[in-house]
């Protein structure tokens, strides 16, 4: 019999319709039985290609013994952290207040009667383990607190009552910092201390790609001509290109490696990965013209725009699992690749297999995930390449989750933008894209967060997805020259100030959640970083000094930790040194801005716009003024190194 998630359209929540648990979505009645009932509450916080959720799903939410004690003594809540971000958040930093580290999904919350958080974990096993470092499990603890509770244990509600009062007070620096181009030596600093220099990325395992922290390392190397920062960056993209965290059959990236050298991942695929990893290998491409990298780059937006849209709406995720089972759909078995090529007439077939990684014993429970060790992918690959997908062709495809995010699909368009200035192809599918997108989350004048597709949005918009989408508007108007895109990126970003700003601060979200945007990169880019980015380029392209100046009012807030410690806030870092050097703007008619397009997204400066007006010349920019004209779209390069 299934519980009141059937009436939800997340599909997350979709997933755990039919569990034995009672659950509620998100709703005040549930809140409102807890404290009538006298029952704690538990909220499971999750998303619907979260490999441990699945887990937590079949172990715990589908144990009999486990749904009994929730249903007699608890008040469930099941909320999806990518439909409801402010939620997540939230309790996000209720976990790290409670165990002094970041957590994770699934989010495991206990609550009093009245929703005051006392306790948070993770994953939690049915089972208790003797000896073992997970703690209490389910059954045991859930037990225990409903004990608690049901005798209105004094410590509990003493301790609920202080987390309360820590998560509701507000912080601010220390002090103002004067912002100066020497904060990227300390991020170099930083980052070098984190550099895996045999595998490349910034950790050990589990390791993510850090986006960020690559991206403003390609931005220091353009400003300073760093030879390091150039290092980190092309190896480690060519680590990561070589397979594994990479698919090197569909295309696209999974969500992290679960090993420090990147062939065995977490074989989910998020849109946010995807659309940041496609910028940055397209604009490592425009900045050291190796072909790899735009493959690579084309064939991850293949990917979202081949599997993972519909109705130019993208998806915001695929799962790993497939018949209850991690990454079946992603590997391979020796005798399955052996017997293909062997049909199709290859020769030498040992060598091909262990030239892809594959060979009987597997590299992944017992099968195999492609990479290439060596490193440059053979010509060789492109035809095997279509068998290994004919051998895909016949399994069960991991779920999609064809939820449509505002913030998410802005990130992607924005790169199919830039993509576009290599392969105009890619700038008229973001322009379908794009106007679909608007179309179907901006709603007599209200911008939504999230729906399901074909479906009526019904959660309001967040900074993230104001932030993300007017950057993506910004990308459209300096590559198509329509004014509407900066006109909606101005109104966009109006509403952002007018809703979330507060004197250099910035909220997440306002209203029944208010929580306060983070401005480290975590997951993805900062919010408020994405917003300085905006607010620095209408400034330009407007001629409009207070988007500078909001600009600005955010970089003073954040000076003081963003001097100290800015390899946690590598994208502020990147805003800094662009409000520091100053932006400029190239000028010309439209012909010219567009035929010219790759050699000025090629330019050796980072911070360049484009606006088009008249003239037959170029005409470049900075700060209230024009100091220069050409004939000559090749010394552009040179007009702009020399003007600083």
């Not at 890619?426 to 209200?446: E, P, S, V």
């Not at 300085?532 to 209408?538: A, E, G, P, T, Y």
């Amino acid at each position: 019999m299934s519980n009141r998630l059937k009436l939800e359209d997340s599909p997350y929540l979709q997933q755990h319709k039919e569990n034995p648990v009672d659950w509620y979505p998100w709703c005040e009645e549930a809140f409102e039985k807890a404290k009538k009932e006298n029952k704690a509450i538990f909220i499971s916080i999750g998303y619907s290609s979260c490999h441990w959720c699945h887990v937590m799903k079949e172990k715990v939410f589908e144990n009999q013994t486990c749904a009994d004690i929730l249903n007699k003594n608890f008040i469930s809540i099941k909320v999806d952290r990518e439909e409801r971000p402010d939620i997540d958040k939230y309790y996000q930093e209720v976990y790290m207040l409670l165990n002094r580290r970041a957590g994770g999904w699934p989010t495991s919350i206990f609550c009093t009667p009245d929703n005051k958080p006392f306790y948070a974990g993770t994953y939690i096993a049915p089972e208790s383990k003797e000896n073992s470092i997970e703690g209490m499990g389910f059954i045991e603890l859930t037990k225990l607190i409903a004990d608690r509770i049901s005798q209105n244990d004094e410590q509990i509600l003493k301790n609920a009552d202080e987390i309360e009062h820590f998560l509701q007070q507000k912080e601010h620096p220390k002090e103002a910092t004067v912002l100066k181009e020497d904060f990227a030596k300390n991020f170099m600093h930083q980052v070098k201390n984190n550099y895996d220099t045999r595998y490349g990325g910034f950790s050990a395992a589990p390791k993510f790609p850090h986006t960020s922290t690559l991206g403003t390392l390609l931005i220091i190397d353009k400003l300073y001509s760093d030879k390091a920062a150039k290092a980190m960056v092309i190896y480690t993209l060519e680590s990561m290109k070589k397979g594994g965290i990479y698919d090197l059959v569909d295309g696209g990236f999974c969500r992290y490696s679960v090993d420090d050298k990147w062939m065995v991942p977490h074989f989910e695929k998020m849109l946010y990965d995807n659309a940041l990893l496609c910028e940055l290998y397209t604009n490592a491409y425009l900045t050291y013209k190796d072909e790899n990298f735009l493959n690579i780059a084309k064939e991850t937006a293949d990917f979202w725009h081949n599997y993972m849209s519909e109705d130019y709406l993208m998806y915001s995720a695929s799962d790993a699992d497939s018949k209850g089972e991690e990454g079946v759909y992603y590997t391979y078995t020796y005798d399955e690749v052996y017997k293909i090529l062997s049909e199709n007439g290859y020769e030498n077939i040992e060598d091909i297999l262990k030239k892809i990684n594959i060979n009987k014993d597997g590299n992944f429970n017992g099968r195999n995930i492609i990479r290439f060790e060596d490193d440059e992918i053979t010509d060789l690959f492109a035809n095997i390449k279509i068998l290994l997908k004919k051998i895909r062709s016949f399994k069960e495809h991991p779920f999609y989750d064809k939820k449509i995010q505002t913030s998410w699909s802005g990130m992607m368009i924005k790169s199919l933008f830039i993509l576009g200035n290599i392969d105009t192809g890619y700038k008229q599918r973001a322009i379908k894209y794009l106007d679909k997108l608007l179309d179907t989350m901006f709603i007599n004048g209200t911008l939504y967060h999230s729906t399901l597709i074909h479906k009526t949005p019904k959660i309001e918009a967040f900074l993230e997805d104001y932030a993300f989408l007017s950057q993506a508007l910004i990308e459209a108007f300096n590559s198509t020259q329509d004014e509407i895109y900066l006109i909606r990126a101005q109104h966009f970003a109006n509403l952002a100030l007018e809703k979330f700003y507060d004197k250099g601060t910035w909220k997440f979200s306002i209203g029944e959640f208010e929580t306060k945007a983070e401005i480290s990169d975590n997951i993805y880019t900062s919010p408020v970083s994405v917003m300085i980015d905006v607010l620095i380029s209408l400034s330009a392209l407007l001629e409009d000094d207070k988007y500078n100046h909001f600009a600005f009012k955010t970089l003073e807030y954040n000076s003081y930790e963003l001097g100290r410690r800015p390899v946690i806030y590598p994208y502020m870092l990147r805003q800094m040194l662009r409000y520091l050097k100053g932006e400029r703007v190239v000028k010309s008619n439209v012909k010219n801005l567009e035929s010219n397009a790759y050699a000025l997204k090629s330019l050796d400066y980072p911070f360049v716009q484009k606006k088009a007006n008249e003239d037959e010349n170029y005409m470049i920019c900075g700060d209230k003024c024009c100091f220069a004209t050409t004939q000559n779209s090749n010394e552009i390069n040179d007009i702009i190194k020399n003007s600083f």
